[in-house]
Nanobody
């Protein structure tokens, strides 16, 4: 069993920044997919950013150029740096992990999820 613990959420004004962290209880290897998802009230959960093998990244168009996903292999922690936040970024943010390869860009492929951290952006 893998535990993912998120932190770093909070309330900020539009234009502000936050950095989310997700600490994994199992080593993140080259065959591990790590991703951030978010779910706003009344909306489906959507992918925000994915990092594969600690190198390859992919972002949702809505946050491209504003958010950056990164990985610290030593700390087994993935980060999401969020800059120039907008009210539409308000959501519960979830960290997810998939171990052992597979398709890193399909939400249903992720077997481990964190409890979520709330991000609220006011205008």
């Amino acid at each position: 069993q893998v535990q993912l613990v998120e932190s770093g959420g909070g309330s900020v004004q539009a234009g502000g920044s936050l950095r989310l962290s997700c600490a994994a209880s199992r080593s993140i290897t080259s065959r591990t997919c790590m991703a951030w998802f978010r779910q706003a009230p009344g909306k489906e959960r959507e992918g925000v950013a994915t990092i594969v093998s600690g190198v390859f990244t992919r972002y949702a168009n809505s946050i491209l150029g504003r958010f950056t996903i990164s990985l610290d292999n030593v700390k087994n922690t993935v980060y999401l740096q969020m800059n120039n936040l907008k009210p539409e970024d308000t959501a519960m943010y979830y960290c997810a992990a998939r171990y052992g390869g597979g398709d890193c860009f399909i939400q249903s492929e992720y077997g481990y999820w964190g409890q979520g951290t709330q991000v609220t952006v006011s205008s």
